[in-house]
């Protein structure tokens, strides 16, 4: 532990430094919420999701050091306890029951291990690891934990096999890039049962079905993940220019069919019988049947839209 000193001796307490997981966790899309519920129910709804961020953080020895808004910041003392923490609070917050028919509740997490400055160990806490932690954060979608690899490397070798890397991205402040690894935290092996899962998925008997220009995929429990853009490497390739090229991916989330958008140019999801509702980096759940247009709304191109119906849900 080195010790360091502040800048005015008299007004400022011996600082000291500490190696710490940093954790941030983030309601993704509030500012959708307060559109689509008003300001009272979806301010009830975050204060409720942040009291469960909180209970988690304490059952894995973390401390919640602030929030701020609609996001938590907390440090763990170990790499073990707070991708556990991480893991349990995404499974948690996957279980509330949704707000509306077509609103669901979801945080992103970025977490990272190093030093970090504090005056006593009730503090605020500084330094280049929060810093990384909140990037991380900021690129990590909806429902998803990011860490990088030297963090995932800490944990025992059964549960590293519960993480996969993705990229090699730059983190403003970082001379260099830093290999940004995602925790695996719904798959339904023992490694991640280990991990932190706390819940086990609904048995599920609905279909979701998507058509578009002839060609149909199917979502189910025997195929929970579609992946729609316009690369080939898409499960559900879409020829348009104006879609990225992974655009979106909807995955059985339990019981429901979850739209995440992933996108430059958003997704514009009409449900049959309402107005049509833009997407961006947002999370949605289907229902019924409507149409999915990917980069533009329906009004501006109608034979471009995906439509899809849900079966038995």
Known sequence: MTQTTGPNMDKQAQQTTHDKVVLFADVSGSTRLYEVLGDARAFAAINQCISLLRRVTGTFQGRVVKTIGDEIMAVFPGVLSGVQAACAMQAEVDAMVPLDDAVCLAIRIGLYHGPVLMQDSDSDVFGDTVNVAARLTELANAGQILSDASTVQALPPLLRTSTRSLDLLPIKGKASNIKVVEVLWQEG???????????????????????????????????????????????????????????ATIELRRDKFVYIDQSS?????????????????????????????????????????????????
């Open 265 to 313: 140019n958003g997704s514009y999801i009409t449900f049959a019988g309402e107005s049509e509702l833009q997407l961006r980096r947002e999370e949605i759940v289907l229902r019924g049947s409507g149409s999915i247009c990917l980069g533009h709304s329906f009004g501006k191109d109608a034979a471009g839209a995906i439509s899809f119906s849900c079966e038995g849900c």
């Open 189 to 247: 092996d023992d490694a991640t049962l280990m991990v932190g899962r706390t819940h086990s998925p609904a048995a599920v008997s609905g279909t979701l079905r998507l058509r578009h220009h002839g060609r149909e995929a199917v979502v189910d429990a025997s195929h929970g993940k579609l992946v729609l853009g316009r690369d080939d490497q898409a499960d559900f390739v879409v020829e348009d220019k104006r879609a990225s090229r992974l655009h």
